[in-house]
């Protein structure tokens, strides 16, 4: 018998792709929850085979959820299911410990299919991100239409922090690091991105990420 963790904070979201694990797993335990606090609740408590992660939840950390899981279960494998880039963001979450990295726009069979995938042999790489693998990188072209491919792994965590209005040495403690090096990522951020302020960045990301 498979346990898996649904983390998603989309009603309909959950209760499609349940249909699909227990399609696959007749006898499947599964839990589900729409937030972070709760989802490390579970993971704390309950031996599990797959997280299946969302990333933009209540309370969601970025890429330090996967750390954060890996404490408490370093076996688990983790599958991101998430509705971002995967093109921008997914080689980032494989980098900081995903089993995989799954698209919302998936259909079911590639639902299904990254899902045994994962339990079978731990690990699932969409076409998308193999073609990256092959590339070496994402292409110019990509980094000249969304600017958001040029920030690197902090970058990206620090702007998401950013954006969640956290201040300079909120974030040095949350990443451990020190304030002049959030500092220096965040001046990074706003040269690539071409804004000045906070408010800036929030318009600009909300514009690229639409």
Same mark, same amino acid.
């Given at each position: 018998?498979?346990?898996?963790?649904?983390?998603?904070?989309?009603?309909?979201?959950?209760?499609?792709?349940?249909?699909?694990?227990?399609?696959?797993?007749?006898?499947?335990?599964?839990?589900?929850?729409?937030?972070?606090?709760?989802?490390?609740?579970?993971?704390?408590?309950?031996?599990?085979?797959?997280?299946?992660?969302?990333?933009?939840?209540?309370?969601?950390?970025?890429?330090?959820?996967?750390?954060?899981?890996?404490?408490?279960?370093?076996?688990?494998?983790?599958?991101?299911?998430?509705?971002?880039?995967?093109?921008?963001?997914?080689?980032?979450?494989?980098?900081?410990?995903?089993?995989?990295?799954?698209?919302?726009?998936?259909?079911?069979?590639?639902?299904?299919?990254?899902?045994?995938?994962?339990?079978?042999?731990?690990?699932?790489?969409?076409?998308?991100?193999?073609?990256?693998?092959?590339?070496?990188?994402?292409?110019? &072209?990509?980094?000249?239409? +969304?600017?958001?491919?040029? @920030?690197? =792994? !902090?970058?990206?965590?620090?702007? /998401?922090?950013?954006?969640?209005?956290?201040?300079?040495?909120?974030?040095?403690?949350?990443?451990?690091?020190?304030?002049?090096?959030?500092?220096?990522?965040?001046?990074?951020?706003? &040269?690539?991105?071409?804004? +000045?302020?906070?408010?800036? @960045?929030? =318009? !600009?990301?909300?514009?690229?990420? /639409?």
């Amino acid at each position: 018998m498979k346990h898996i963790l649904l983390v998603e904070n989309h009603s309909i979201v959950r209760l499609a792709t349940l249909f699909i694990i227990r399609d696959i797993f007749p006898a499947v335990t599964s839990w589900e929850t729409d937030n972070f606090p709760d989802a490390l609740h579970i993971v704390s408590s309950q031996r599990l085979d797959l997280v299946l992660l969302d990333i933009n939840i209540p309370d969601g950390e970025g890429f330090q959820m996967i750390a954060n899981i890996r404490r408490l279960q370093p076996e688990v494998n983790i599958l991101v299911f998430s509705a971002i880039d995967e093109e921008l963001y997914a080689m980032h979450y494989l980098k900081a410990g995903a089993n995989g990295f799954l698209s919302k726009n998936s259909s079911t069979q590639e639902i299904r299919k990254a899902i045994l995938a994962v339990l079978v042999n731990g690990r699932y790489v969409s076409e998308m991100v193999q073609q990256i693998l092959l590339r070496g990188n994402v292409t110019p &072209e990509t980094r000249q239409s +969304n600017p958001l491919a040029a @920030l690197s =792994q !902090r970058e990206i965590e620090v702007m /998401d922090l950013l954006l969640q209005g956290k201040w300079t040495k909120e974030i040095a403690t949350f990443l451990n690091i020190t304030g002049s090096s959030v500092s220096t990522y965040k001046v990074r951020i706003f &040269e690539k991105l071409g804004v +000045n302020t906070v408010i800036e @960045l929030y =318009q !600009r990301v909300s514009a690229l990420r /639409d």
